[in-house]
């Protein structure tokens, strides 16, 4: 299937200092191009994959799992660690989930972690009903484009598959146990008018992880997709003053050649 316009995946050869992205559930790297050219045109190598089954349509994720996505992931980090001598992994939503399951696994190889509206469980009812449901019926209505920012569209799925969902809901209940392990330096941004992710998600990740080094923003004018709503410059800064402070070598004359 053809890659949905504006959904490829990005990279970005630069410095010594690497970063992987990762997006969130049923979108695509679309929602976080913007940030990874932002970090790209500030010389640092960037790594924004297309995680399996997104970007396409909705029938092509029915087939695949957290595992999958995960996977990717994981195959994108090991090859940043291979050219890069620091690297930090940022995730929006699910994207967040993947980020600190990274994080738990790969322990001090990464170097610093930025979340944003990180998901951390499937919310209501439904969330019972899944495991029956997904037999039952293909879809529900999608998440994307929960933006307040007029005219700033989430390139992704207008319908959530029901298999796929019931995959999600395992993969948060697995991370959830792996939060302890957590340890890396965290910045988490979270937005207090977010229709997709409460913010009891983000409250009990940073009740959970054991980072001594921890900051916790508020994007207040901001819904779910806050890298394309009206904090997302915010959401860039934060995160590259996050990493300048932790690569001394990030925003010094000659970073841009790995100096």
């Known amino acids: 299937m053809p890659v949905?316009?504006?959904?490829?995946?990005?990279?970005?050869?630069?410095g010594e200092v690497g970063v992987l992205l990762c997006h969130g559930f049923t979108g695509s790297p679309q929602s976080l191009r913007p940030w990874a050219e932002y970090l790209a045109e500030r010389g640092l190598t960037v790594s924004l994959p297309l995680l399996p089954g997104h970007g396409t349509r909705w029938q092509d994720m029915q087939v695949t799992g957290w595992q999958d996505w995960y996977a990717e992931v994981d195959r994108e980090l090991r090859l940043l660690l291979e050219r890069?001598?620091?690297v930090f992994v940022f995730g929006l939503s699910m994207g967040g989930a993947l980020t600190l399951r990274l994080a738990a696994k790969h322990g001090d190889s990464v170097s610093g972690i930025v979340v944003v509206n990180p998901a951390n469980k499937v919310h209501g009812l439904s969330a019972h009903a899944l495991p029956v449901m997904r037999h039952l019926v293909p879809t529900t209505k999608g998440l994307t484009s929960d933006i307040a920012?007029?005219?700033?569209?989430?390139?992704?799925?207008?319908?959530?598959p029901l298999h796929a969902?019931?995959?999600?809901?395992?993969?948060?209940r697995l991370v959830d146990g792996e939060l302890p392990q957590v340890t890396q330096p965290m910045l988490l941004l979270h937005s207090p008018q977010d229709h997709v992710v409460p913010p009891v998600d983000s409250a009990r990740i940073l009740s959970r992880v054991?980072?001594?080094?921890?900051?916790?923003?508020?994007?207040?004018?901001?819904?779910?997709?806050?890298?394309?709503?009206?904090?997302?410059?915010?959401?860039?800064?934060?995160?590259?003053?996050?990493?300048?402070r932790l690569a001394p070598s990030v925003g010094k004359k000659g970073s841009t050649t790995g100096g």
């Open 149 to 160: 920012k007029e005219g700033s569209v989430e390139v992704g799925y207008d319908r959530v």
């Open 210 to 244: 054991s980072s001594t080094d921890v900051t916790e923003i508020l994007l207040e004018q901001s819904y779910h997709v806050a890298t394309l709503d009206h904090d997302a410059e915010r959401i860039f800064d934060e995160s590259y003053a996050f990493i300048g």
């Open 165 to 172: 969902a019931h995959s999600l809901r395992n993969f948060f």
């Open 4 to 14: 949905l316009p504006g959904a490829e995946p990005f990279r970005h050869e630069g």
């Open 84 to 86: 890069c001598s620091q």
